[in-house]
């Protein structure tokens, strides 16, 4: 049997997810956690063998979780089905070590498909994105750059940004600046919605 771990913050997804993946003969949902900072102690305890990871979560996120998961538990692989099949996020998620990324309109039959080819080692990636993220191609966007963008997010001053990221604020306006270059945008929010549309925050 593969032990699936579930993790998604809506408690109606996830309970479809884990009636679905329980009729197959292989297959045994051992947890189901809404929180992605619960994913790690979860799969240590039941010892699972794939988790599934929604990207958006509280208290981590999918991306995150899968790196964590690699860190932590090494014998848990990833899995990240969620509705946001963004390029960007796909790129990102396999340079954290998720063994897949699939989106939540997977057909059940390939969704069971995919955890077994995760849980044997091989890499399952939605056909569609994979292609899509070869036409967008990596983040222009640095570390730095993405990390005020996420701060100015909510519209703070650039006095607000700069205390938060511990910058001065000239530093801000220019990753602001280079920022909304690199996403040909002409404000921030434009640039912020940019890149939050390629998955590249």
Same mark, same amino acid.
Not at 15 to 40: K, T
Not at 68 to 85: E, K, M, Q
């Given at each position: 049997?593969? /032990? ?6 809506? @408690?109606?997804?996830?309970? *479809?997810?884990? !009636? +679905? %993946? &329980?009729? #197959? ?9 809404? /929180? ?6 979860? @799969?240590?305890?039941?010892? *699972?063998?794939? !988790? +599934? %990871? &929604?990207? #958006? ?145």
């Amino acid at each position: 049997m593969i /032990r699936l771990l579930l993790a998604d913050d809506q @408690a109606l997804v996830r309970g *479809a997810l884990a !009636a +679905l %993946l &329980d009729l #197959e003969p292989d297959l045994e949902v051992v947890s189901e956690v809404g /929180r992605g900072d619960e994913v790690v102690a979860a @799969a240590r305890e039941t010892r *699972a063998d794939v !988790a +599934l %990871l &929604d990207v #958006e979560m509280p208290g981590l996120d999918g991306i995150a979780t899968a790196a964590a998961l690699a860190a932590d538990v090494p014998g848990c692989r990833s899995l990240i089905v969620t509705t946001f099949g963004r390029p960007g996020y796909l790129r990102r998620a396999l340079d954290a070590g998720a063994g897949g990324f699939v989106v939540k309109d997977t057909p059940s039959g390939q969704l069971a498909d995919a955890v077994r080819r995760v849980h044997s080692g091989l890499r399952v990636v939605d056909p569609d994105l994979a292609v899509a993220s070869l036409m967008v191609g990596d983040s222009p966007l640095t570390d730095q750059e993405a990390r005020v963008l996420v701060l100015a997010e909510d519209g703070g001053t650039i006095a607000q940004v700069a205390g938060e990221a511990h910058l001065s604020e000239g530093t801000v306006r220019n990753y602001l600046s280079s920022a909304m270059g690199k996403t040909g945008a002409r404000t921030r929010a434009e640039a912020v919605r940019i890149a939050r549309e390629h998955g590249w925050l």
